[in-house]
């Protein structure tokens, strides 16, 4: 009798075990559930050690999260931070779904801009999670700091990330904000087709956020082409381009003659920016803030230099 209970005992606590002993969360191990920006309910492992990230920006936030040591592979277009040039690398598009299965990540992460929610399809037949992540406010990249920090168990090291990202952004908000006139500022990606930013686009946060004020910021389209008419009606007072560091302003002109008219043509106030500061949401975004200010403002900063990149995260 006694051998029979004890089987009896230990057959119960194995069925209390298997169901997580009444189905407490906490049980290590056990999958956790979280919302994602697209609202999908995605399953996670109660432990993630390996991470793979679908879009440069969401590596950046990695590693400023304190988690750039899970990562195990990244796009061939990532090339920030510096740590990443080690990493096993995959093709972004198309994405190369076989190779990122082969890297055996415990969790994807990806950025609804870029990436296809339908390949969580894929993902999810074998196995991955896939969490997506969205960036329409300047905001939204301390909020995902603190988002990737608490699936990737390093909450105290983003935390402080993003209270540190908040707190720069608020010093040049300070700054800026009693400026008594906003530069009317159009911001360009592409110099030829003049591809824009409309309205739900961090971009005109950041012109704000620099003391100006956007020329698209309520242009209904989320990806406005603009025609030459509209920039000549708009008439912007500085013109910001994602054209590289060593751009010829010039060569706007050439591209639409008809600017002749335009304030900022006249007064030589067209600056171009690195594509990578302005086009990633990633904490960068303040640097871009920064040189964006003082052009708008020269009179607010410091006559020399220009603002420090922000700091690599181990």
Known sequence: MNG??????VLILSILLAQGCG???ETPG???SATDDLGRTVQLPRTVERVVSLAPNLTEIVFA????HKVVGVTTVDNYPSAVQALPRFGALPLDIEAIVALEPDLILANDDINNPRDTETFEAVGLPTFFFSFQGLDDVSR????????????AHAEAAADSLEAAIAALRARTGGVETRPNTLFLIGDETLYAFGSESYMHTLIELAGGRSTTGTLDTVRPVLSDEFVLTEKPDVIFGAFGASYDPARLLAHHPTWDIVPAIQTGRVYSLDPDLVLRATP???????????RLHPDLFEPAGTPAA???TP
């Open 4 to 9: 029979l209970r004890s089987g009896y005992l």
């Open 23 to 25: 189905g407490n969360p």
């Open 30 to 32: 056990r999958p956790a």
């Open 65 to 68: 999260a304190g988690a750039g």
């Open 144 to 155: 995902s700091i603190r988002a990737v920090g608490s699936l990737l168990g390093t909450a």
């Open 284 to 294: 960068r975004l303040l640097d871009a803030a920064q040189l964006m200010a003082r």
């Open 310 to 312: 922000l700091p690599e």
